[in-house]
């Protein structure tokens, strides 16, 4: 990127982000960067009309992306992503809206507008960079922080059952369902297309590293150890019944392409 590799060097992907406010805020090791790539490079070969794209982001690391993009972007307050990104659908049912946050943002205080979105169907996509953690503000515990976990306010560890966010899409009616990791960026990108172009509520959970809080707290690997470890503890399923998709502290993270259907949307009833 052209500030962090000098004024004569260009990124490939220079032209589709806002390189003035580079360098980002991300930590070393986060997998926001790696994400936000391989959204953009699926978008470039979705051939969506990147003029009819909206981003729109909530509070939070993942957040930032709605910055960072050059496209019509709305960075908008905690867990309220979601409804905007309705109202801009339901507005102007041209645009390809997508919603990019993190788990805190869209399925704690953004949990009602989660589950009612996935009911009705609304022709948006959600891309959700789950970290297990609340890594903006502190560490703090969230609603994907695995069982026995350690964060900033669950010293001890955590005694709350975690979401698991692809049943929770499947059961509320999304039409398209998908986890992946960082470490398995093909498959992400193709999964990020498919949802981009799904008619109805699509869904990409993807599981990324905050080595500053969650990793550092549960004394997780960092760096590239990170990715080899998701590679070594990740299982492809995509038949899988999604209450066992769950997640637990050091253990398997089940991925895959689960939930790929047909069903009226809004607003293309």
Request: glycine share 10%; proline share 5%; aromatic share 8%.
């Amino acid at each position: 990127m052209s500030k962090v590799t000098g004024d004569n060097e260009k990124h490939p992907l220079d032209a589709y982000l806002r390189t003035e406010r580079l360098p980002h805020i991300w930590c070393p090791g986060c997998g926001c960067g790696l994400v936000l790539s391989c959204f953009i490079r699926s978008l470039l070969k979705s051939g969506l009309n990147l003029d009819k794209v909206a981003v729109v982001s909530g509070i939070g690391c993942t957040g930032r992306v709605a910055g960072y993009i050059r496209l019509d972007s709305f960075h908008t307050t905690h867990g309220r992503a979601i409804p905007f990104a309705t109202g801009l659908k339901l507005a102007n049912p041209e645009l390809k809206v997508v919603v990019f946050s993190g788990d805190g943002d869209l399925v704690a205080i953004g949990g009602n507008h989660f589950i009612h979105a996935a009911r009705r169907n609304i022709d948006i996509t959600v891309l959700c960079v789950n970290n297990f953690i609340y890594g903006m503000t502190g560490g703090q515990l969230g609603p994907t922080t695995p069982l026995t976990a350690r964060s900033t306010t669950t010293r001890m560890g955590s005694i709350e059952e975690p979401f698991n966010i692809p049943y929770l899409a499947a059961a509320s009616g999304a039409t398209y369902v998908a986890r992946w990791t960082t470490a398995q960026v093909r498959r992400l990108e193709k999964a990020i297309t498919e949802a981009l172009l799904k008619k109805g509520f699509s869904l990409v959970e993807v599981i990324s590293p905050c080595p500053t809080y969650y990793g550092r707290m549960n004394k997780q690997a960092s760096g590239l150890d990170t990715m080899k470890y998701y590679r070594s503890n990740s299982v492809i399923k995509p038949d899988i019944d999604l209450k066992y998709a769950d997640i637990k502290l050091n253990g398997q993270i089940v991925v895959g392409k689960f939930v790929d259907i047909e069903r009226p949307s809004i607003p293309n009833l």
